[in-house]
């Protein structure tokens, strides 16, 4: 028979088991191969402060795979999301190996600077911009980028178009047109065919000053859905955008007939587009550099590209908490994980910590200027070594660093120059 005692200590056996089981692992330890390479390759370099590394070798894989997903008969075009890599230098070099001249633009900064930059551009707005934006882009843009016949403006509402036309009457301009159509996202866009089929009366009553170029849908809502749900909705995502196509040419079929733009997709979906005729191209930027944010099972070929390198200011044994000093004992004993303190040159950036192995956050020294991580006593490095972080998104990220260092196996090639948020 069971007794209370025998209950008890069954039990107080069983919590043990469950607290040896809790407690952390140590998972520190040296840097792994690829990393100590690029320690070596930046100490050489004297790098001084934190800076945001490209590996050019992982990138032009990453580039092949998208290559070879778009070109999928049928083929589509691919159009590089601009925010996702803010750096001309970038921008040119994925442009090239890609084979495009096709952008998408979300910052009216950025499409002047890349209208500027690459007067032979086709831009495509990826969301609708307030109309004084639209009015700044036409007062600033010189040189030989043509807007009447290389920008598509995305338009959201009829509302929106209405003031689109109202500003290209009073400027003299000819606008093309893309209309944004809700395809499950409920961001904003277009939601029903009565509401579209008046935008497209207004555009095709309006020759002189306005022009349809097409249809721009994001499906980016898939990627947060469970994988059952997700496979449920891509069916509807087609059904909705395939019903906005017959929609046009059904009530203009001239204008149907005219060269257009059907754009969709993003980097966690665009692989579901293959062999899919409905789109003819779709719009992918952070899959290239893929941030911790994208290990996805649809992106599981592509590999990291970029990472930032953060020099190690100081190194300190233990963990001595403000006030609490006393704790130290008590934390390490806990958690090996916590026998060191590291502190680098700035941080809280949307990074995570990559390398080397096991290092962490300390919660009470989370700093833009000097942030500090925990490592157990297998972690060897020393000051002025560097901490990798592995960004959890591309687009602010890629911002924060100034020039953008490009390597190719871990040889320093090229310094790139980023885009400028704003004026």
Request: proline share 8%; glycine share 8%.
């Amino acid at each position: 028979m069971v007794t209370r005692r025998t209950f008890l200590a069954a039990g107080a056996g069983a919590a043990a088991v469950a607290a040896v089981a809790a407690k952390p692992r140590d998972a520190g330890g040296p840097y792994p191969a690829y990393f100590a390479a690029l320690n070596i390759a930046l100490r050489a370099q004297h790098i001084d402060h934190p800076v945001l590394l490209v590996d050019l070798d992982r990138l032009d894989r990453n580039i092949a795979r998208l290559k070879k997903s778009v070109g999928v008969a049928p083929a589509k075009g691919y159009r590089i999301v601009v925010k996702s890599l803010p750096s001309p230098g970038l921008i040119d070099y994925v442009a090239k190996a890609a084979g495009t001249n096709l952008f998408m633009a979300f910052h009216r900064p950025f499409l002047n600077a890349l209208a500027a930059l690459r007067p032979d551009a086709d831009i495509l707005l990826g969301k609708p911009m307030p109309v004084d934006a639209a009015r700044q882009f036409y007062a600033e843009n010189q040189g030989g980028f043509r807007p009447e016949t290389q920008l598509q403006w995305l338009i959201d509402s009829h509302a929106r178009l209405l003031q689109y036309q109202r500003l290209a009457r009073e400027l003299g301009v000819k606008m093309r047109i893309n209309c944004e159509i809700d395809v499950g996202l409920h961001r904003g866009g277009f939601a029903s065919h009565e509401e579209m089929a008046k935008a497209l009366a207004t555009i095709a009553a309006d020759p002189r000053f306005l022009e349809f170029s097409g249809f721009m849908g994001y499906d980016a809502h898939l990627m947060g859905l469970p994988g059952f749900l997700a496979e449920r909705e891509f069916p509807r995502v087609r059904e909705r955008y395939q019903g906005y196509i017959d929609l046009l040419k059904a009530n203009h079929p001239a204008m149907a007939a005219r060269p257009l733009c059907f754009n969709g997709a993003g980097s966690p979906t665009f692989q579901r587009y293959e062999g899919d005729a409905m789109l003819n191209e779709i719009s992918a930027g952070t899959c290239l550099m893929k941030p911790s944010h994208y290990d996805l099972a649809s992106l599981a070929e592509y590999e990291p590209a970029a990472y930032i390198a953060a020099p190690v200011l100081k190194r300190l044994a233990h963990t001595r908490l403000p006030a609490l000093e006393w704790s130290a004992p008590l934390l390490e004993g806990w958690d090996p994980n916590m026998a060191q303190t590291y502190f680098i040159y700035s941080g809280n950036w949307l990074a995570e910590p990559e390398a080397p192995p096991g290092m962490r956050p300390n919660f009470a020294y989370v700093s833009s200027n000097q942030q500090g991580l925990n490592a157990s006593p297998a972690v060897p490095i020393e000051v002025d070594d560097f901490v990798f972080l592995r960004p959890l998104q591309s687009e602010a990220v890629l911002l924060q660093f100034g020039d953008l260092v490009a390597l190719r196996g871990d040889k320093i090639v090229e310094r790139w120059p980023v885009l400028q948020a704003g004026r």
